[in-house]
């Protein structure tokens, strides 16, 4: 089998003018699917991190050099194909940007596979004794304006609760603000610690003791001090994770890791186990939480050894489109080092409306169906409903 041909999509869609909620930058700046092409007829769809560079700078990236490097190539050589090393980085557009893509790519390779063996993905990857489609997820949530009510936080956790989960994120309140992603994460907004201890506290007595709560503070702490000051009130409260406390720097989560009890989770923006186990040496995270919209799936596979070998925790981050959702849930629910996946509550109908088949929680627990590969079928008409740029070759 030969890859004949790579087609290229930007997906985006409005948000509402009343939508009362912060919504993550991609759904309205657009992100980007691929559809990889074969001389057999088969083909496998996959969907690069928005947050690896810029749009536009990765559409140029798959035009330029990975449609090139692929044509001629066989998926079964996935493994070669997608390996992430940033000792081999000389791409023109950015190594953040190839490996997203490269990402995408192995997304789409082990779909085509999948579909040629007949077999869901999750069957063909499982590490776990006994074989399931099921995946314990998390609602991730709680995405508020500085402007609004903290009490829209406890509504949000208790109809979370209602709703089944066991588990529920939420960040601190965000200005308003259309700065991209790559402009607000140079200069992270200040948040309100005060009021954020505040709100934590009432969060666990309205939730009560046995109810999975955690913070992603997005790398907005300032200083490791006030992360450690803010994190002891989270050991005293019982939090389940502690995500991205201050700026990724390694000395910096080692400091804050070790005077905490709350596990400190980080690992969305890295692409590789090579990545990971510079951290995990380091002791500067408890969870380790990798993406395959920017790792890829092989280079997971990878870090669930890493996680099994120092006994560490890994829950998938998973907060874009249906696609990667389906990478990610494929590899939740093959392996043991995953302990649950993210799901994302917040608005962003390219989730659920490309698919022909939704991906639906109940109690909590997201099955996965029993068909081939990535286990998803694009809605062609859905698919042109959100495109805003194809390019097809
Ligand atoms: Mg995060």
Redesign the pocket.
């Given at each position: 089998m030969k890859i004949t041909g790579l087609d290229i999509f930007i997906i985006k869609t409005k948000v509402p003018k009343d939508w009362p909620y912060p919504v993550a930058s991609f759904v309205e700046g657009g992100s980007v699917l691929i559809k990889v092409k074969t001389d057999s007829g088969l083909f496998g769809w996959g969907e690069p991190s928005p947050y690896g560079s810029p749009i536009e700078i990765m559409i140029k990236t798959l035009m330029d050099e990975m449609r090139p490097y692929l044509l001629g190539k066989n998926p079964h050589d996935v493994s070669t194909i997608t390996q992430q090393d940033e000792t081999k980085a000389k791409h023109i557009y950015g190594q953040a940007a190839w490996s997203s893509a490269l990402a995408g790519v192995s997304q789409a390779l082990w779909d085509i596979i999948g579909k040629e063996k007949n077999l869901p993905l999750y069957k063909i990857l499982n590490r776990k004794e006994e074989v399931s489609n099921k995946i314990l997820t998390y609602a991730s949530g709680g995405m508020i304006y500085e402007s609004s009510s903290v009490d829209l936080l406890l509504e949000e956790a208790l109809e979370a609760k209602d709703k089944g989960f066991t588990n529920w994120k939420f960040r601190p309140p965000s200005p308003v603000s259309n700065l991209s992603h790559f402009e607000r994460n140079k200069n992270p907004p200040a948040i309100n610690t005060e009021q954020l201890i505040d709100v934590s506290k009432k969060l666990r007595q309205k939730l009560g003791d046995g109810f999975g709560l955690m913070i992603?503070v997005?790398c907005r702490i300032s200083d490791n001090e006030t992360a450690i000051m803010f994190g002891k009130v989270l050991d005293e409260l019982n939090f389940r994770f502690f995500?991205?406390p201050v700026k990724r720097n390694i000395e910096d989560y080692h400091k804050v890791t070790n005077q905490l009890s709350t596990p400190i989770g980080i690992g969305?923006c890295f692409f590789s186990a090579h990545e990971f186990k510079k951290w995990v040496k380091a002791d500067a995270l408890n969870t380790l939480?990798p993406d395959a919209n920017f790792a890829g799936i092989t280079e997971i596979l990878k870090i669930a050894d890493l996680a099994k070998e120092y006994k560490k925790e890994m829950i998938l981050?998973n907060?874009t489109n249906a696609v990667s959702m389906a990478a990610n849930a494929h590899l939740a629910a093959a392996l043991p080092e995953c302990s649950m996946l993210e799901y994302s509550i917040t608005f962003n109908p390219m989730r659920s409306e490309l698919i022909t088949h939704p991906f639906e929680v109940k109690s909590g627990y997201l099955s996965l169906l029993d068909a081939p590969g990535l286990g998803i079928e694009i809605d062609q008409k859905d698919l042109e409903r959100f495109c805003d740029f194809k390019d097809l070759q």
């Open positions: 992603d997005g995500e991205e969305e939480q981050h907060w």
